[in-house]
């Protein structure tokens, strides 16, 4: 436990992981404060007792000013690369004495070439974080359950699934698992110098996740199978570059032959079984009613 009072300032804090992580900071903590720097302050609904700054990623004088008087950084990157990454991070480790990076599993311990610019901005990130002189934890998530959110309209308005690789599985990990490691790792000392790789506990075809949130939200959801190309041109017309897409059109096409197999290390970390795809599909019905 923390010696004294930890001062954290969380980034992504209307986001998955940091909305869960401030929730569990700011709950009977009387020991940590907390700070969340968010981009519209009016429309965050975050926890009483957590202190909200405006400020933007992209504003480093926005960043230097809520990085004020805090001592630990749980620091979530949703921009891609690019050289504003390494001024943001190089500045954070500057200022504060420990960091927890919200990174991905698929990055190389020996900082190898990436196969698609997702892994490579973590990649590069991972690197800044571990040449600092910061106590740091790299803590990579594999893929989150909030991604099937990305379903939510489909589910309300036909009760089907339209999407590609119904047979591949993964090992989805319920946010307040990741949050739940990245306190440990920012309020103890268990976690200074570890890359914890989180996962779920069991790994569901994504017929299967579909068949959860159908039980979630009591009725059948069914799986629509759709052609990968139809997948690439959606994903592309969303935003996303043709690199990101091919990436992770390959990346979900192995867990077919290959379903993504559970990591030990949440359990190893908290001493408990990981919150299964069902428990995550229960708490988010509302979103898929
Ligand atoms: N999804 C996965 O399966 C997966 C797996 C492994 C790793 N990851 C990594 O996890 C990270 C995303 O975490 P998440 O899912 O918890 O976040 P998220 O739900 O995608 O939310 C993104 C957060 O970043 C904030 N944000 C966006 N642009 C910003 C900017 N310019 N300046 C400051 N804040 C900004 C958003 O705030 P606003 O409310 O202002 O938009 C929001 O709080 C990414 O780095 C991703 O690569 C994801």
Redo the contacts with the bound molecule.
Sequence with gaps: MTTGTARVLV????????GALVRRLAADREDVTVRA????PGSADLPDGVEVVR????NLDSVRAALRDVDRVFL????GGGELTRAVVDLITARVRRVVY????GVRDDGAPAPDP?LQF?TDIEQAVRDSDVEWTLLR????A??TLGWAQQVRERSTVSWVYGDGARALVH?ADLAEVAAIALLTDRLVGAVPEITGPSALTQREQARAIGAAVGRTVTWEELPAQEVREALMSAGWSAAMADGALRSWASTVDRPEAPTPDYAAVTGSTGRPFEQWAIDHAGDFR
Excluded: C, K, Q
């Design positions: 980034f992504g804090a209307t986001g998955n992981v940091g720097m968010v981009r519209t400020g933007d990623l992209t979530v990157w949703p921009l919200l990174s991905a599993i997702i973590h998530s594999g893929g989150m909030a991604n946010e």
